[in-house]
Nanobody
Framework: QVQLVESGGDLVQPGGSLRLSCAAS????????MGWYRQAPGKQRELVAT???????NYADSVKGRFTISRDNAKNTVYLQMNSLKPEDTAVYYC????WGPGGSYYFWGQGTQVTVSS
């Protein structure tokens, strides 16, 4: 079982930047896909970005060109660099890991970190 802990959420003005971190209690080397999701009040949780163990990234259209996801397997940490933030980016951001193999498929979730974009 891998525990994920997010940090870095804050109140920021429109146009500002934040970097979120997701620290894992164990190795993320064997986790096939790590990702960030977000949930705004009254809305469903949505995918923000993912990164595979091989480094392939995928982004929601709404964040392309503004957000960058990365993973550091040596530090068991995943990052989300968020630039040019907009009020509509306001949400609780969740870190996610998905591991699959002969033993089954497993999902790991963090508790979330609040990002508020407001002037």
């Amino acid at each position: 079982q891998v525990q994920l802990v997010e940090s870095g959420g804050d109140l920021v003005q429109p146009g500002g930047s934040l970097r979120l971190s997701c620290a894992a209690s164990g190795s993320i080397f064997s986790i096939n896909v790590m990702g960030w999701y977000r949930q705004a009040p009254g809305k469903q949780r949505e995918l923000v970005a993912t990164v595979t163990s091989g480094g392939t990234t995928n982004y929601a259209d709404s964040v392309k060109g503004r957000f960058t996801i990365s993973r550091d397997n040596a530090k068991n940490t995943v990052y989300l660099q968020m630039n040019s933030l907009k009020p509509e980016d306001t949400a609780v951001y969740y870190c996610n890991g998905h591991r699959w193999g002969p033993g089954g498929s497993y999902y790991f979730w963090g508790q979330g970190t609040q990002v508020t974009v407001s002037s």
